[in-house]
C-alpha cells in the first residue's frame, strides 16, 4: 500500500516536508509519485525503483528516463556553451518556465559519481543527459534538497507508456498508483491542457525540439526575444 499525502490547496503544503520524505523514501528504494506544474511524475532512485518504474509503466527501456533537477544540478552534469549556460539561468530565473535539457553529460560529475550503473544507463542516451526543471513548487524544492544530499533523482512522467500525461492522482492508471510506495497528491497540474501535453524537450546542443509541450508558444517567444535563438523543428 502507498502512502497518500494529499489536499486541494497544494499552497497550503509543507513542500519542504513533502520533498525530505519522499526523498527518503527514495533513498531506501521506494518510489514516488509527485506533482509537477506540467504533469504528475513518478520517481525512483535506486536500481531496483527504475526497473519497478519500467515495469509498472510498461515502458521501453530504449526510451530512457530523465533527471528531475535544478539549474544547480544541470551546471554540474551537463556540458553546455556559455550561451546554453545564460539561457538555462534566464528560462529559470527570468521567464519562470518549465522545460528540459538535453544535452552532453560530465561521466566524471561528483553528483552522478554515486548513481548505480544501471540507473545511469537508463537515464542517458549516448553522450547525453535529459534533464528535467523548473517544473514547479514541489519539484524544485526536491531538486535542490536532492542536489544539497548529492542523491540524484530520476524518472518519467505518471502514467502507463503511450497512455498520455496525467493532470490528476484519479486519472493514474490504478494499477501503477497501487504499486508505488507514497503519493503526493496537489490537485490538478497548473499547466493540465486537452492535448495531453507534459514538459517541452529542448536539446541545448544545437536547440532543436526533440518534443513540443506546454508552455512551448512563450518558450519560443522568450527565446527569440531575448536571445535571438530560434528553436529548430524535431
Given amino acids: 500500500m502507498s502512502t497518500m499525502i494529499t489536499t486541494d490547496n497544494p499552497t497550503g503544503h509543507d513542500i519542504e516536508a513533502e520533498a525530505h520524505e519522499v526523498l527518503d523514501v527514495l533513498a531506501k528504494g ?4 509527485i506533482p509537477l506544474n506540467v504533469a504528475y511524475g513518478i520517481v525512483g532512485q535506486t536500481e531496483s525503483a527504475i526497473r519497478k518504474i519500467f515495469e509498472i509503466k510498461k515502458r521501453s527501456y530504449e526510451k530512457p528516463s530523465g533527471m528531475f533537477g535544478g539549474a544547480a544540478a544541470s551546471a554540474d552534469v551537463h556540458i553546455l556553451t556559455p550561451q546554453g549556460q545564460e539561457i538555462r539561468e534566464a528560462l529559470v530565473h527570468e521567464a519562470n518556465l518549465p522545460f528540459s535539457i538535453v544535452a552532453e553529460y560530465r561521466k566524471d560529475s561528483p553528483l552522478i559519481a554515486s548513481v548505480d550503473p544501471f540507473v545511469l544507463q ?34 518519467s512522467s505518471a502514467n502507463q507508456s503511450l497512455s498520455g500525461s496525467k493532470y490528476q492522482v484519479d486519472e493514474i492508471e490504478a494499477d501503477l498508483l497501487s504499486a508505488v510506495d507514497i503519493v503526493i497528491d496537489h490537485g490538478r497540474c497548473r499547466d493540465a491542457n486537452e492535448q495531453g501535453l507534459s514538459s517541452t524537450i529542448i536539446d541545448f546542443r544545437d536547440f532543436s525540439v526533440v518534443r513540443a509541450g506546454c508552455r512551448f508558444d512563450e518558450l519560443t517567444a522568450f527565446l527569440a526575444e531575448r536571445f535571438q535563438v530560434t528553436l529548430k523543428a524535431a
Fill in 122 to 155: 537508463t537515464s542517458t542516451k549516448g553522450d547525453t543527459m535529459d534533464m528535467l526543471l523548473n517544473a514547479g513548487p514541489f519539484h524544485n524544492m526536491m531538486a535542490s534538497i536532492s542536489h544539497t544530499r548529492k542523491m540524484p533523482v530520476f524518472g
Fill in 30 to 33: 521506494g518510489v514516488a509519485v
